[in-house]
């Protein structure tokens, strides 16, 4: 054993490997902080770790078959050992080691001050933000400077498992809650930015998508318990970086990596934070760890949901957030994330709603205790307004929810989720012309979410303006052309403007698209009745009633395609149902429906008395069949 040993350092494969470890290294760091720069994928960083990886054995074997002479490079077979020149390598190697050993531990000492300089950004942070002695703590204004908008797009998995891609997703998510809860920062909505999630566009093509002027971007690799996360905010307009920082740290510090990326961001963007609006932004809820994990992955269902249209993977979230629960029952954000699962299944009209199986009294009760255990954990007031909203429209005071809407907007102006939700409580109350007003206002301050955009359309449909329509039709189809659910909401407000051969021109995209059996029907009906081919129409509604599909005898399919065919009397008569049990929360669900008209049903009336909902204003279906 010890002949072979001195062999190895003879011919100096010791020296080698040592050198390729070092310089491997080197190159793997250069790597992982260069690459993302060219807007390189994922899938570049890994192979360059493989080659790396697969060229040590090459590298180790090269050294002990071959030998550098002056006469070139021989085996080492063919070189007599008196006439060896390894020793001369050998000390050649040993400068190569020193050197790269020097840059090594220069760039260590270089990425160890980026994380402590982090650090004490965001201590300053807290520290410009402080009030001064006697100065009266108000809540931040919008300092009304539009470049102050931001995508978070989908943090890349550069783990060598798979699974861990919820993880990253999670991260993601979180992130973009808590950029979204600064009051002068424009953050584009989850749904927007997931459906950049694996896209090859660039980022000046997404940010001129969304409408943003900067793009968060980053990675995640984790392996057992340490953690490696990347962030870098890039400015649109030329690429230029920001700001950008990696982080190499254990799991336990995953909580922190999340708030110094969201201050570090703020500050990057010059966003105006009182003490209170940074303390919400930073906070993630919980300082379990466990528990912030089993959250994340209750985000990321959700993200999953949204992406492949799997609807029972939202179940998922379910059980991730009531896995939170049981580690930190007082984790605040877990308690809201599980309401707002129970409020999606108790509304009839949500596509995702009815999957848990239980019964409305049941699925109630969970949504009750859900929402008032938020209420109680959350610190941070501004988003208890929020909370208090959702609470209020279940308990059907709509007037009480729509007035929290507007507090919580006062506070947090630029928060897109709240935005939608102001225009969809406008629209309960059955003030589509206030809805209309609010959705011009957003396309005049040129916001492009395609969230936000699909209900500005879906507000449009409502609207005597038919140039507005034209040109807002116009806009969503140059911006968002492979978008599929504007698509959906576009078919119908164009057939709403008449324009029947502009709709069918986009029919193929849908039907051809992972749109749920639902929605596809409804497309295909929708423009039957337009063109009056009425027994296409009947025959339309035989075959998906014969498809056996899980939406065929949902009520709000069943209610639609009674009204689209035109046979009012049916569609209320089925309605009537509902009123007549006293099911009154069911059929409250369709009051934001601009043809649902609610004089005609007495019990649900008197729920809505006195609330200023404008029951007189009905709209017909257009497009209807035998209009």
Known sequence: ????????????????????????????????????????????????????ALGFPLALLFAWAYELTPQGLMKTSDVDESES????????????????????????????QRLIAAGERAAAAVSATAPAPGSAEGAAQPVGD????????????????????????????????????????????????????????????????LGVDHVLEGSVRRSGDRLRVTAQLIRAADGFHLWSETYDRTLDDVIAIQEDVAIEIANALETALDPEALAAMMSAGTRSVPAYESYLQGLAYG??????GDIYEFLGARDAFER?????????????????????????????????????????????????????????????????AVKATQEMNLSRAQRLREEYLAARPNDIEA????????????????????????????????????QVIQNLRYSDNRELQREFAELVFRRFPDNVNILYQAHRMLLTMGDIDGASRIVPAIL???????????????????????SDADEIVAAYRASGDVDVESRSIVWLTYKILGDDAAAEAYMRELDDAGEVRELFDYVGYGAFDPKRFPNLMAAIADQGVGVDTVYEIPYRCGR
Request: charged share 20%; hydrophobic share 45%; glycine share 4%.
């Open 1 to 52: 054993m010890r002949p072979f040993l001195d062999e190895l350092k003879r011919r100096n494969v010791v020296r080698v490997g040592f050198a390729y470890l070092v310089v491997g290294w080197l190159v793997a760091q250069i790597a992982e902080l260069v690459l993302p720069t060219f807007d390189a994928p994922g899938w570049v960083l890994k192979t360059v770790f493989f080659l790396i």
């Open 85 to 112: 020149v390894t020793h001369s390598t050998g000390r050649r190697l040993n400068f190569v080691i020193i050197g790269a050993l020097a840059i090594a531990l220069a760039y260590f000492v270089w990425d160890r």
């Open 146 to 209: 539009d470049s102050r908008s931001i995508a978070v797009l989908p943090f890349v998995n550069m783990s060598s498992d798979d699974e861990q891609e919820w993880f990253a997703d999670g991260l993601t998510e979180e992130l973009l809650n808590s950029l979204a809860r600064t009051p002068d920062l424009l953050v584009a909505s989850r749904t927007s930015s997931f459906v950049y999630k694996g896209s090859i566009k660039t980022v000046p093509e997404i940010a001129g998508e």
């Open 303 to 308: 993200v999953s949901t949204q992406v492949t």
């Open 324 to 388: 939170a629960l049981e580690l930190d029952p007082g984790f605040s954000k877990a308690w809201w994330e599980l309401a707002r699962f129970w409020a999606i299944q108790l509304n009839t009209t949500n596509i995702v709603s009815g999957i848990t199986g239980q019964s409305h009294d049941d699925m109630l009760v969970q949504f009750e205790k859900a929402i008032d255990r938020a209420i109680e954990t959350e610190t941070d007031p501004i988003s208890t307004l929020g909370y208090r």
């Open 419 to 454: 935005q939608i939700s102001h225009i969809i409580g406008l629209n309960f109350l059955r003030r589509f012309v206030d809805a209309e007003q609010a959705a011009q206002r957003l396309l005049q301050q040129e916001v492009r979410d395609p969230e936000l955009m699909s």
């Open 512 to 534: 051809n698209s992972d749109m749920p059996a639902s929605s596809r029907f409804l497309v295909r009906l929708r423009q039957a009745c337009a063109e009056q081919r009425r």
